[in-house]
């Protein structure tokens, strides 16, 4: 998905949860890192046109737990899992 795609997923995604997209917001929401140019561009695309339907990546999706616990556990989880795929990578190189 084209990171332009990325930050319009995350525009929709802020407005159903009854906010509005900022570049804050979408930085915070997006599955990847954008810079600020890409961001103000998707704001302004969903502006212009809020009814866009751009499907989230499913691989990719990360969504921020509400609660601090459930976030912590969310990262651990995650860095044992590209851990394991950096020994992966190791192993095969050597």
Same mark, same amino acid.
Request: charged share 25%.
């Given at each position: /998905? @084209?990171?332009?795609? @990325?930050?319009?997923?995350?525009?929709?995604?802020?407005? %159903? #949860?009854?906010?509005?997209?900022?570049?804050?917001?979408? %930085?915070?929401?997006s599955s990847q890192? #954008?810079?600020?140019?890409?961001?103000?561009?998707?704001?302004? /695309?969903?502006?212009?046109?809020?009814?866009?339907?751009? +499907? &989230?990546?499913?691989?990719?999706?990360?969504?921020?737990?509400?609660?601090? &616990? +459930? %976030?912590?556990?969310?990262? +651990?989880?995650?860095?044992?899992?590209?851990?394991?795929?950096?020994?992966?990578? /190791? %192993?095969?190189?050597?």
């Amino acid at each position: /998905m @084209h990171s332009s795609n @990325h930050a319009l997923a995350a525009c929709q995604k802020i407005h %159903r #949860l009854g906010k509005t997209p900022t570049v804050a917001l979408v %930085r915070q929401y997006s599955s990847q890192s #954008l810079t600020i140019p890409e961001i103000v561009k998707a704001i302004q /695309m969903w502006k212009n046109n809020p009814k866009i339907v751009i +499907e &989230e990546p499913k691989e990719t999706k990360l969504s921020a737990p509400d609660n601090l &616990e +459930e %976030r912590v556990k969310m990262l +651990e989880k995650h860095v044992v899992e590209l851990s394991n795929k950096l020994d992966s990578l /190791m %192993r095969a190189a050597n």
